[in-house]
């Protein structure tokens, strides 16, 4: 689809971290360069807010990767991670990244969603019939739903250039698309993982 850019557009980001996170791990074992990321799909244009989604544990291990998305400019958004009886884990933003896309909208022209989750087609096609914006996906293509990618203005493959929008990428070594990716596991190895990061994002520009 032919998609329209200029410095005058107001955009919105929302990021689903735990999606882009696991994509990442399972296809390349590396961890996302937010800062490159946002950067590019951005493109120049007029950021009116960016969110970034994520579950938080009750170690608080989280706390300097938070810091470091707000010093690139993204907003993040947290909420516990839930234990249930028996040991049931639940971590799931995909309603609140919705209500947060449709609010903002009015005040948007185009609306980017950081995810390759397809449960999120209904609101890419809300977006764009009810709320006239222009909706963007960025994610990693081969672990994007093809209908995603389908019903969007455009779409931002991170596999085409993994060298920049990955940290501690490399070219060899074996690669593997995971058989899923949503997020209900435990968040405590992420947010160790996190925490090696943060040194490496905040130094991009």
């Not at 689809?1 to 996170?21: C, S």
């Not at 609140?96 to 909208?105: F, K, Q």
């Amino acid at each position: 689809m032919a998609i329209i850019k200029h410095p005058e557009q107001r955009v919105g980001v929302f990021i689903d971290t735990q999606n882009l996170y696991h994509s990442a791990k399972n296809i390349y074992r590396a961890r996302v360069n937010f800062g490159n990321v946002l950067k590019d799909a951005v493109a120049g244009r007029r950021l009116i807010r960016a969110r970034a989604y994520m579950v938080t544990t009750e170690s608080g291990e989280e706390k300097a990767f938070l810091e470091a998305l707000t010093k690139i400019g993204i907003e993040p958004r947290t909420k516990d991670l839930q234990v249930f009886y028996g040991g049931a884990k639940k971590a799931d933003w995909d309603v609140g990244i919705a209500v947060d896309a449709i609010t903002a909208s009015p005040k948007l022209d185009t609306v980017i969603l950081f995810t390759g989750d397809g449960d999120f087609i209904p609101l890419v096609e809300y977006l764009r019939v009810h709320a006239g914006c222009q909706v963007e996906i960025v994610s990693f293509g081969r672990s994007t739903s093809g209908r995603l990618k389908e019903v969007a203005d455009h779409f931002l493959d991170l596999d085409e250039d993994p060298k920049r929008y990955l940290l501690n990428y490399r070219s060899t070594g074996s690669r593997r698309v995971a058989p899923s990716l949503r997020t209900s596991e435990t968040l405590s190895t992420e947010t160790k993982d996190s925490l090696s990061e943060i040194e490496r994002i905040t130094e991009v520009e």
